[in-house]
T-cell receptor
Framework: DAGVTQSPTHLIKTRGQHVTLRCSPI?????VSWYQQVLGQGPQFIFQ???????GRGNFPDRFSARQFPNYSSELNVNALLLGDSALYLC?????????????FGDGTRLSIL | DAKTTQPNSMESNEEEPVHLPCNHS???????IHWYRQLPSQGPEYVIH???SNVNNRMASLAIAEDRKSSTLILHRATLRDAAVYYC???????????FGTGTRLQVFP
């Protein structure tokens, strides 16, 4: 079975542009979460969606938004890109919205802002 | 959000057991203890989780203190492929939110 897939794997943008990152969860998983990982730090929670509804939001500005589609895939959008948005963006999926469920991560999208 | 404390780094030789400690003195009664690891250039990988009792799976064992204020991830025989950053995370009930700290960087020597 395919794991969590993210696209693109790498992306280069300039300040002020916007970007859309995509995530396909493991088949049958209804919960998708997004994380940002800056070099040298642990991942930071951005959003969680379950059954197409937002269930959690981290401490990120409104420039960050996300949505989940009927097939449970998800998009993360970032507007007005800043140099500080350069990071690895990770998507994770789990079968259910519960604390005893492991999360399965993709290998991320590496976003570089020039 | 409940916090965890881990050593910044640890070293081991191949084939030896490794005990990775984690302190979580502010844990609440319903928080699950999760461990993930992240290999270079990859996303985090689930290792193991538990609530109160010790747990074993094919990757590792998790020993949880009786008062639940600390736990230890045990790799029974370290291999070079176990070299990674290991994260100890408290997961709040009914949420998928993971609060990562800085983790423990494990080096394994041949």
């Amino acid at each position: 079975d395919a794991g969590v897939t993210q696209s693109p794997t790498h992306l280069i943008k300039t300040r002020g542009q916007h970007v859309t990152l995509r995530c396909s969860p493991i088949s049958g998983h209804k919960s998708v979460s997004w994380y940002q990982q800056v070099l040298g730090q642990g991942p930071q929670f951005i959003f969680q969606y379950y059954e197409k509804e937002e269930r959690g939001r981290g401490n990120f500005p409104d420039r960050f938004s996300a949505r989940q589609f009927p097939n449970y895939s998800s998009e993360l959008n970032v507007n007005a890109l800043l140099l500080g948005d350069s990071a690895l963006y990770l998507c994770a999926s789990s079968a259910r919205h519960a604390a005893n469920q492991p999360q399965h991560f993709g290998d991320g999208t590496r976003l570089s802002i020039l | 959000d409940a916090k965890t404390t881990q050593p910044n780094s640890m070293e081991s030789n191949e084939e030896e057991p490794v005990h990775l400690p984690c302190n979580h003195s502010t844990i609440s009664g319903t928080d699950y203890i999760h461990w993930y690891r992240q290999l270079p250039s990859q996303g985090p990988e689930y290792v193991i989780h538990g609530l109160t009792s010790n747990v074993n799976n094919r990757m590792a064992s998790l020993a949880i203190a009786e008062d639940r204020k600390s736990s230890t991830l045990i790799l029974h025989r370290a291999t070079l492929r176990d070299a990674a950053v290991y994260y100890c995370i408290l997961r709040v009930i009914n949420t998928d939110k993971l609060i990562f700290g800085t983790g423990t960087r494990l080096q394994v020597f041949p």
